[in-house]
């Protein structure tokens, strides 16, 4: 089946830092999502992108997908204890989600 | 959020005693889908629906079965629970190409 691998699996930053995650594919992605789950909740859908060398913005979040589509990234700008959770790429393939691990962001007050 | 409930949100069982969980939209949605969530692994699809009826397995299917009878209502059996069933299961739906949206979880304690 298909892989989709998330880095870093964790990742610290005092309030204020940028943080970024990546998704990488072996193989061309035909699109990618984003969601963010909050400690205790449930997945969020944040965006999707399906053009090669895409960028999206939303306030302080950037969504890049790459211009080969085998990976994608999200960051965070000026990062807010808001921000707090883990954020998960998956793509959508012939009816199914396929996600990454998930990276998990601690943001230090 | 999309109207999507499930049910028990919390169960604690035996080994080897059958457990089912529930998921209910109210979105007419075509797809559903049931998640297993543990730490490490992110979200593994366990089984789909694409219709009334119409289902396929996901990547860890196995020890689980579904059954959709109505667009509504989703079940996922667990025929023989075990420990390594523990887990948090997530059910999600989506009218096609589009984001899932997820119900709130179901947190199942195999002993």
């Known amino acids: 089946g298909q892989q ?37 909740g449930h997945p969020v859908f944040l965006i999707q992108l399906v053009k090669s060398g895409e960028v999206k913005k939303q306030k302080r979040l950037t969504f890049q997908f790459g211009e080969a589509k085998k990976n994608s990234s999200l960051h965070i700008t000026a990062t807010q204890t808001t921000d707090v959770g883990t954020y998960f790429c998956a793509e959508y393939n012939f009816n199914k989600f396929y996600f990454g691990s998930g990276t998990k962001l601690n943001v230090k007050p | 959020d999309a109207g999507i409930t499930q049910s028990p949100r919390h169960k604690v069982t035996e080994t080897g005693t059958p457990v089912t969980l529930r998921c209910h939209q109210t979105e007419n949605h075509r797809y559903m889908y049931w998640y297993r969530q543990d730490p490490g692994h992110g979200l593994r699809l366990i089984h789909y629906s694409y219709g009334v009826k119409d289902t396929d397995k996901g990547e860890v299917s196995d020890g689980y079965s579904v059954s959709r009878s109505k667009t509504e209502d989703f079940l996922l059996t667990l025929e023989s629970a075990t420990s390594s069933q523990t887990s948090v299961y997530f059910c999600a739906t989506t009218p096609g190409l589009e984001p899932q949206y997820f119900g709130p979880g179901t947190r199942l304690t195999v002993l």
């Open chain 1, 4 to 40: 989709v691998m998330q880095i870093p699996q964790y990742q610290h930053v005092q309030e204020g830092e940028d943080f970024t995650t990546y998704c990488n594919s072996s193989t061309t992605l035909s699109n990618i999502q984003w969601y963010k789950q909050r400690p205790g």
